[in-house]
């Protein structure tokens, strides 16, 4: 267990804007692994942050931790229109990630938002608190250690599944069960559907579509991936998350076109293509895990 002046230390790294980006995300990613009261106050002190990227992340970093002590920051910051709405969006994700049914009336009110995504976003938590309610159950044998929206699809072949992830008629929240279902199965068969989903109208679905891609890591998807990333008239929320994801699957196709892109004309692009290539070399170094090496090096 972390010491108050180890989450301390890792905090003002986090908070400290003249640190390189990466290792601001190296120290959030520490304290999101450390938990507890200390490491979320000094995660909540950071959306005051010029990083529409960091704050983004500081926001899914506590919904992922699922503590209930994090509800009031991530309330403010949905409320909070002068935040941009890939933070805000994150912060309703987030609020629906730690499941207490006690937001599920501010949730609701945030699902007539006039901006679009954090609008859809809301939904998505409101369906997931209540299948919640109803008793639904995240099964424990997914590969994948992440608190997801929604929860895989029953048993169904990729082509089943991939039918229903492009039905843009069905509710979001059975398209993304369709989705987390074909992330589930792992092969080249529900990557190439997956990839399919990048041309849905949704910005946030396709955000969503990019994430998972990046947390199967099949090297399927790179083409896919690679055009978001430089269709410049896709979403920055979108072609972010495209960047992050060749990050995370880290072949060397993918390291010219992150490069390329540090000089993005937008800045929430710029970044993720910085911290991408920080991730993709310290995982191929091998010299410590991304998510918990800060720490390590301070201890």
């Known amino acids: 267990m972390a010491s108050v002046e180890q989450v301390s230390a890792v905090g003002q790294v986090l908070l400290d804007p003249k640190q390189e980006l990466a290792q601001r995300f190296r120290a959030l990613f520490t304290l999101r692994n450390i938990g507890g009261p200390e490491a979320i106050s000094w995660i909540g002190r950071g959306f005051c942050d010029e990083s529409a990227l960091l704050k983004h992340e500081l926001a899914y970093c506590l919904g992922q931790m699922q503590d209930a002590q994090a509800i009031p920051i991530l309330t403010a910051v949905l409320k909070d229109t002068q935040q941009e709405p890939m933070v805000r969006h994150e912060a309703g994700e987030a609020l629906g990630a730690i499941g207490d049914a006690s937001v599920l009336d501010l949730l609701t009110e945030y699902c007539q938002d006039p901006v679009t995504e954090v609008a859809e976003t809301c939904q998505l938590a409101v369906a997931r608190l209540q299948w919640l309610e109803s008793g639904g159950q995240f099964q424990d044998d997914s590969p994948y250690n992440s608190v997801d929206p929604a929860p895989p699809a029953p048993q169904k072949s990729s082509s089943e599944l991939r039918g229903i992830l492009l039905n843009e008629r069905l509710p979001l929240f059975e398209r993304y069960r369709a989705m987390f279902a074909l992330r589930n199965l792992g092969t080249e068969e529900a990557t190439l559907a997956l990839a399919d989903g990048l041309q849905c109208s949704s910005a946030l679905f396709r955000h969503e579509i990019g994430y998972v891609l990046g947390q199967m890591q099949h090297p399927a998807a790179v ?77």
């Open 223 to 299: 083409p896919a991936l690679t055009a978001a990333l430089e269709h410049p008239g896709e979403n920055p929320m979108v072609r972010h998350e495209a960047a992050e994801a060749l990050g995370s699957i880290g072949r060397q196709e993918c390291v010219g076109v992150l490069q390329r892109h540090q000089a993005d004309g937008e800045r929430v692009v710029q970044e993720s293509c910085v911290v991408a290539l920080d991730m993709l070399h310290y995982e191929n170094s091998q010299q410590f895990q991304y998510v918990d090496g800060l720490l390590r090096l301070q201890g």
